[in-house]
Structure formats: C-alpha cells, structure tokens
C-alpha cells in the first residue's frame, strides 16, 4: 500500500504564504505523477494542480494560476505546493493524490490512484 502525509496547512492571513508537503511512503513504483486537489465546505473536491514524474508537465487551474507552485522532490518521494498570495476562497482542505504508470508522463488525469488524508488551510475574509 501507498500512505501519502500532507502536512504544511494552517490559518493564514489574506495575502500570506504557505507551503505544503506530501510525503509518499511504502509501496513504491518507478514513477508516479503526483496532484494537489482541495475541498470546500459544502463543494466538491477540485483539482488544483499536478506534477508529471520528471516536472517538465505542470498544470494549474485558473484561479491559482500565478499564485501557486507545484513541485517535486523525487530523491524524498516529497511533492510540495507553494502557496502566495493566499485569498479567502482558498480556504479548504487540501489533498495530494499519486496517479501511478505510465499515466506519470501526464499532469492532468480523470483519476487518482491514491489520496492522502488532507490538511486544513484557513484564510479568514
């Protein structure tokens, strides 16, 4: 099995920073493409960005574009999220996700393989 730990969340102020980690852990694969995702209260889980297994794909949706940064760590199995300029609307929980295989080539996938157990990020209005 895969056990994926984010960590790194927290309550910051309009304008402020974070970055979070995930940390992949136990079975392990010759690549994998890695995903932050997040979660509003009351609102579906969206895709945030992703990482391909070597970082030359990245992809953002458009409301962070510019703001936040995808990257990896592949000596650490370690994929972070560089978080400026945090608004109100960014509060959510926020998960990473593995997409294992070939599909690692990608950074934009229908599906994850794997999900952590996400960490809480608080920006108060």
């Known amino acids: 099995q895969v056990q994926l730990v984010e960590s790194g969340g927290g309550l910051v102020q309009a304008g402020g920073s974070l970055r979070l980690s995930c940390a992949a852990s136990g079975r392990t694969f010759s690549s994998y493409g890695m995903g932050w995702f997040r979660q509003a209260p009351g609102k579906e889980r969206k895709f945030v960005a992703g990482?391909?297994?070597?970082?030359?794909?990245?992809y953002y949706t458009d409301s962070v574009k510019g703001r936040f940064t995808i990257s990896r760590d592949n000596a650490k199995n370690t994929v972070y999220l560089q978080m400026n300029t945090l608004k109100p609307e960014d509060t959510a929980v926020y998960y990473c996700?593995?997409?294992?295989?070939?599909?690692?080539?990608?950074?934009?996938?229908?599906?994850?393989?794997?999900w952590g157990q996400g960490t809480q990020v608080t920006v108060p209005s």
């Open positions: 990482i391909s297994w070597s970082s030359d794909c990245t």
């Open positions: 996700a593995m997409k294992k295989g070939r599909a690692s080539r990608s950074c934009i996938w229908a599906s994850m393989d794997y």
